[in-house]
């Protein structure tokens, strides 16, 4: 079992397929991946579009269901209405998280809205996935920060640091409630957040599809190159995402 714990269904891939996901799969299909976290790009990209692209990822997830565990986004500058929004993400449209980049979307984890809407995932037992990696808004420790806030709500660092902040995520790991994604990371970082973060709280992506490219093949065979232990890494691509949800 192999679960892409990072993936978008970018601008690109909608505007030429029109929530056809199809040629999408295909390119997963080429890898062996079975499952992926779908998150989406339109909804990242402007708040006017984020709610018409939370019901395009659960039409998308209805023609797959065996394949995708879809998470909304919302903007909590938008405030009431980004609550009612994720509420309507998880409990209408069956979203099993959400997913924020204050880099991208231009708030501080700070935000009272946000605080809000992490206590409500909480008592929703949904996970929030968060763009990480980037000042200033997008740093791990913020994220850690956020999960000593609300330890009832589990927080996923999407991006485990990146290539240049990957100490600081390693050490956001030592907060119980915060996961990380092996999707930026180099070889060396990745082998060694696996010997020394929490072997349950590992999960792998790519973040395939904000463009055509092909991100698959280099970090899938990044990872499975990279020393560690085979069972380790048998529960990071299949067992732990399950693990993510209490599945």
């Not at 993936?7 to 499952?35: A, C, I």
């Not at 209408?92 to 959400?98: P, S």
């Not at 935000?111 to 980037?134: K, M, Q, R, S, Y």
């Not at 902040?165 to 994604?181: D, F, I, K």
């Amino acid at each position: 079992m192999i679960v892409d714990c990072h993936t978008h269904w970018g601008m690109v891939w909608e505007d030429r397929d029109q929530g056809d996901p199809s040629n999408w799969l295909k390119v997963l299909d080429q890898y062996g991946v079975d499952k992926a976290f779908l998150l989406g790009h339109y909804n990242l990209h402007r708040c006017d579009l984020a709610a018409e692209d939370n019901t395009r990822l659960a039409d998308i997830t209805r023609q797959a269901k065996d394949r995708f565990i879809p998470f909304g986004s919302v903007w909590p500058q938008m405030g009431k209405d980004a609550v009612s929004e994720a509420r309507r993400c998880l409990e209408d449209l069956g979203m099993k998280g959400l997913k924020f980049h204050p880099w991208l979307q231009g708030f501080s984890t700070g935000d009272a809205v946000l605080g809000e809407i992490c206590g409500i995932a909480g008592e929703l037992n949904a996970p929030i996935l968060f763009h990480d990696g980037t000042p200033c808004y997008s740093l791990p420790e913020q994220v850690a920060g956020l999960a000593r806030r609300f330890p009832g709500t589990r927080f996923v660092l999407g991006h485990a640091g990146l290539l240049w902040s990957w100490r600081s995520a390693l050490e956001a790991l030592r907060v119980p409630n915060v996961w990380a994604c092996l999707c930026g990371p180099h070889q060396r970082a990745i082998e060694i957040l696996a010997r020394e973060a929490s072997s349950e709280r590992l999960l792998w992506g790519t973040d395939f599809g904000f463009g055509f490219s092909d991100p698959i093949d280099y970090r899938l065979n990044l990872f499975l190159s990279a020393a560690i232990d085979e069972a380790l890494k048998k529960r990071i691509l299949g067992e732990n995402p399950f693990r993510l949800f209490d599945f």
